[in-house]
């Protein structure tokens, strides 16, 4: 039997190996494709909301928690309450988490540019506007 490839197939299959890549890259620093993400969506000197983290990664709140604490724990981050909202906080990098980041920008960027060498700017325009209208599709709840 021929296995069909369905388009949630491939958007599974090609994710994993990118995860699956990222976290090997990762592993090399100490580190993880979660732990990249996180310190990719901190600004680098004004410090970001947790909330704007979760939003930006897509993560649940109880997720972005374990997350933050690693990062903590890993000396990467420090919390401070935010001044102007007492009941909030803000997420800053420390000096390694910032070189972390810069690791993690510098991969990110090593994919997309191998990425782009290997597949026309064509192409890649279409399989964003494909992502765009799956994800639309999604969004707006079109599909179940």
Same mark, same amino acid.
């Given at each position: 039997?021929?296995?069909? &490839?369905?388009?949630?197939?491939?958007?599974?299959?090609?994710?994993?190996?990118? #995860?699956?890549?990222? @976290? /090997? /890259?990762? #592993? &090399?620093?100490?580190?993880?494709?979660?732990? +990249? =993400?996180?310190?990719?969506?901190?600004?680098? %000197?004004? !410090?970001?909301?947790?909330?704007?983290? #979760? @939003?930006?990664?897509?993560?649940?709140?109880?997720?972005?928690?374990?997350?933050?604490?690693?990062?903590?724990?890993? !000396?990467?981050?420090?919390?401070?309450? @935010?001044?102007?909202? !007492?009941? +909030?906080?803000?997420?800053?990098?420390?000096?390694?988490?910032?070189?972390?980041? !810069?690791?993690?920008?510098?991969?990110?960027?090593? =994919?997309? %540019?191998?990425?782009?060498?290997?597949?026309?700017?064509? &192409?890649?325009?279409? =399989?964003? %506007?494909?992502?765009?209208?799956?994800?639309?599709?999604?969004?707006? &709840?079109?599909? =179940?």
């Amino acid at each position: 039997m021929i296995k069909t &490839k369905t388009i949630d197939y491939m958007l599974r299959a090609t994710w994993q190996a990118v #995860s699956r890549m990222y @976290n /090997e /890259e990762a #592993s &090399k620093f100490d580190g993880s494709m979660a732990i +990249g =993400f996180a310190l990719l969506s901190i600004d680098k %000197e004004e !410090g970001t909301p947790s909330s704007y983290i #979760s @939003n930006r990664m897509g993560m649940e709140p109880t997720s972005l928690t374990r997350t933050l604490k690693t990062l903590e724990e890993k !000396g990467l981050i420090i919390r401070k309450k @935010n001044p102007d909202d !007492g009941r +909030g906080v803000l997420i800053y990098l420390t000096d390694l988490g910032k070189q972390m980041r !810069g690791q993690s920008k510098a991969t990110v960027l090593k =994919f997309n %540019e191998v990425v782009k060498q290997n597949i026309s700017e064509e &192409k890649l325009n279409h =399989f964003m %506007e494909v992502a765009d209208v799956i994800n639309d599709l999604i969004t707006e &709840k079109k599909i =179940f």
